[in-house]
């Protein structure tokens, strides 16, 4: 493992890792990572002006973005790729 040095910056290694449109699958990556002791945060895509003017506009999905370390992507991958492949299945079978 190489060694870090100190900066007098402030360093965000956090990446974009995944963006899920459902919240059980949110849930389920979320038990996966606890789990698995893999440190994330959630951020929700911001609803345009519209969406708050016409809330009831249907086809419209809740966003949100994990972001984790980015030297826990590789493992992280590994453990969620079941879900992952799972709700993208899902999301063809609902445009047909």
Same mark, same amino acid.
């Given at each position: 493992?190489?060694?870090?040095?100190?900066?007098?910056?402030?360093?965000?290694?956090?990446? @974009?890792?995944?963006?899920?449109?459902?919240?059980?699958?949110?849930?389920?990556? =979320? $038990?996966?990572?606890?789990?698995? %002791? /893999?440190?994330?945060?959630?951020?929700?895509? @911001?609803?345009?002006?519209?969406?708050?003017?016409?809330?009831?506009?249907?086809? =419209? $999905?809740?966003?949100?973005?994990? %972001? /984790?370390?980015?030297?826990?992507?590789?493992?992280?991958?590994?453990?969620?790729?079941?879900?992952?492949?799972?709700?993208?299945?899902?999301?063809?079978?609902?445009?047909?």
């Amino acid at each position: 493992m190489e060694k870090r040095s100190m900066t007098s910056r402030r360093v965000n290694n956090e990446v @974009d890792f995944c963006k899920v449109y459902d919240m059980g699958t949110k849930e389920k990556i =979320e $038990k996966i990572l606890l789990a698995n %002791r /893999i440190s994330y945060c959630c951020h929700f895509e @911001d609803k345009g002006i519209l969406n708050r003017i016409f809330p009831s506009r249907s086809g =419209e $999905k809740t966003v949100c973005i994990f %972001r /984790i370390h980015d030297e826990e992507v590789p493992r992280a991958r590994k453990l969620v790729s079941s879900i992952l492949g799972e709700s993208r299945k899902k999301r063809k079978e609902n445009k047909r």
